[in-house]
């Protein structure tokens, strides 16, 4: 691995425990196209960790400076090519602590989730990252009950509940605590 644009190894440590942790705040974006009734959420993998996968919303880390609605446009912009004005997010509808154990790296992060309603569209991934380029294997348009039967893993693992509360204001923002989606799991 020896591309200098992204960010990290995933190279895997001996010994889980000692793999460095990264602090940030992250916001992540639940877009549902309600005529169709699906969401878009891309597959996401570990390279340091042989056939890790998973799916997650678009979003990511929270600018120094940077308001969460703000990052929350540009992190959609730049995953999906989707260009949202922040009075058509909506939220935040839950916030969370989740630990992401990597290969490489232990990354702690406070999220929060916001939902934006919109026709589904063709992605265009071509401002993804170069980090986002080597991990990110697809995207999808998941229904509702995609979600329910699937097998596969799905961060966060409550997507379900949280698109269902997405028309029940009076109940955000959900705290869904201290979680750890992780590929490595820290065996001390």
Sequence with gaps: ?????????????????????????????????????????????????????????????IDPGESERAAAVREVAEETGCVLAPDRLIGPIANRHVVHGYSDQVIEQDEAFY?????????????????????????????????????DWIWPHELVELWSLAGEPGRWPVNLGVQEESTVLDTH
């Design 1 to 61: 691995m020896s591309d200098p644009e992204l960010e990290r190894t995933y190279v895997p440590v001996d010994d889980p425990a000692d793999r460095p942790r990264k602090n940030r705040s992250t916001v992540r974006v639940i877009l549902i196209d309600p005529k169709a009734g699906r969401t878009l959420l891309f597959e996401d993998s570990d390279p340091g960790v042989e056939g890790s996968r998973w799916w997650v919303t678009p979003g990511g880390g």
């Design 115 to 151: 939902v934006a309603f919109l026709d589904q569209f063709a992605v265009d991934t071509s401002a993804h990252t170069a980090d986002e380029q080597f991990t990110i294997l697809s995207h999808r348009w998941w229904s509702h009950d995609d979600l329910r039967h699937t097998d």
